[in-house]
């Protein structure tokens, strides 16, 4: 049934267990959600990620949450499934452990040219301050009002490319 095109589906919500082991393939909705505007994620790795995003230019709300280490996107696989989101409203990234950060041999300078998310109000975050860090500066956000970042364990981190809201909590 994940293989079959559900062109009218306007919402979405998938929650594993953590006992649970699934992963959805790349054909997962026919590799199309083109009405999609709210799609949540929870403990669910998503190697068809950037083939479904393409589809969803609608999508309003995307959670991506407890993200396993298996299910790890770099900040600029996911900067480049976000930029066709033009209707993002709300985005919450969160992974299972802090495994889940960006290689530091393979980091790049950030983009000379910025994804723009236009009426992106609403980001939370739970990761590392690296992968964070890497995520913001690729990214501006005009309208954002509100942040929330819960860093895994981490006593110093530093994140000076992000803009900081009229509302801003760090956990």
């Known amino acids: 049934m994940t293989r079959v095109s559900f062109p009218r589906l306007t919402y979405l919500e998938i929650d594993v267990t953590y006992e649970t082991v699934l992963a959805l393939p790349d054909s997962f909705l026919g590799g199309s959600a083109p009405r999609l505007q709210k799609l949540y994620f929870y ?15 609608n999508l309003a709300k995307l959670t991506l949450w407890r993200t396993p280490h298996s299910g790890y996107v770099s900040p600029g696989v996911m900067v480049a499934c976000l930029a066709s ?32 998310l236009p009426v992106l109000d609403y980001f939370e975050f739970r990761g590392t301050s690296e ?34 809201p009229q509302s801003y909590r760090a956990f």
């Open 85 to 116: 989101l033009i209707r993002l409203k709300f985005l919450t990234l969160g992974f299972h452990s802090p495994r889940s950060r960006p290689n530091r041999t393979s980091r790049r300078l950030p983009p000379l040219t910025r994804t723009v």
């Open 43 to 57: 403990g669910i790795p998503i190697p068809a990620l950037p083939k479904l995003l393409l589809t969803t230019t």
């Open 131 to 164: 992968y964070l860090e890497e995520l913001v500066a690729q990214i501006d956000t005009p309208c954002i009002n509100e942040v929330h970042i819960s860093f895994f364990n981490q006593l110093i981190f530093d994140v000076p490319l992000l803009p900081v």
